[in-house]
């Protein structure tokens, strides 16, 4: 299924946008960006409307259908667990990551659900920071988002250990919990 964009997905776009509007024109042009876990597609397209060439944007899912629903939109799309079908590099790495502790009652669901990180909150996010590294160009950076619920400090701390420099860019409170955006960069 694909995701329908909601708080989380545009608390990170607006930084998305953000980050791309500091990038001078000249940079603009060469800038590759890596949009894991795609859903709507809405940060490849915040990225194409900034200014980013459609060329240089690719949309990661796990889902088929997702990826279907993306190349309609002409969007290049790869059908990926994380990294494991991506070889290439990139400047800006987005990732709105499924962050919430699994739904005790979600196997009666039949599929994991676009939200869920693994049984703690945090598993898919700490895999992608391991993986993402091998990824990132020189200087690239990593806009993540997680929340309250996906225990900040343990991927903090396991960022750390991994050789991330870090900074929170946003923060947005919700009725029972809190959303945070942060950057990422190898030190
Ligand atoms: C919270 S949604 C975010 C969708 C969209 N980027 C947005 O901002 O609205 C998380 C997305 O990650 C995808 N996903 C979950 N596990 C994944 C994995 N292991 N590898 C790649 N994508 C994954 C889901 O299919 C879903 O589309």
């Known amino acids: 299924m694909v995701y329908q964009p909601a708080e989380d997905s545009y608390l990170l776009e607006k930084e998305v946008k953000s980050l791309i509007s500091k990038l001078k024109n000249k940079e603009l042009d060469k800038i590759k960006v890596l ?3 795609s859903g709507s597609g809405i940060q490849a397209q915040a990225s194409i409307k900034s200014g980013i060439k459609m060329s240089n944007v690719l949309c990661v899912d796990i889902d088929e259908e997702v990826i279907d629903f993306l ?3 002409k969007l290049q799309a790869v ?3 994380l990294f494991s079908n991506i070889k290439d590099k990139f400047n800006l790495i987005i990732f709105n990551a499924p962050y919430l502790p699994e739904d005790k009652d979600e196997k009666k669901y039949g599929k994991v659900l676009d939200t869920t990180a693994g ?3 945090f598993e898919i996010i700490i895999k992608f920071l391991e993986q993402a590294k091998q990824h990132l ?5 990593i ?3 997680f929340s309250n619920l996906s225990k900040p400090r343990v991927i ?3 960022a750390k250990q991994l050789g991330y420099k870090y900074k929170k860019l946003a923060e947005q409170k919700l009725f029972f919990e809190k959303l945070f955006v942060y950057e990422f960069l190898v030190d």
């Open 137 to 141: 160009n020189k200087e690239g950076k």
């Open 35 to 37: 949009d894991m876990g």
């Open 71 to 73: 190349k309609k939109q």
């Open 156 to 158: 903090l701390k396991e």
């Open 143 to 145: 806009l993540l988002l």
């Open 119 to 121: 049984k703690k909150g």
């Open 79 to 81: 059908q990926s667990n």
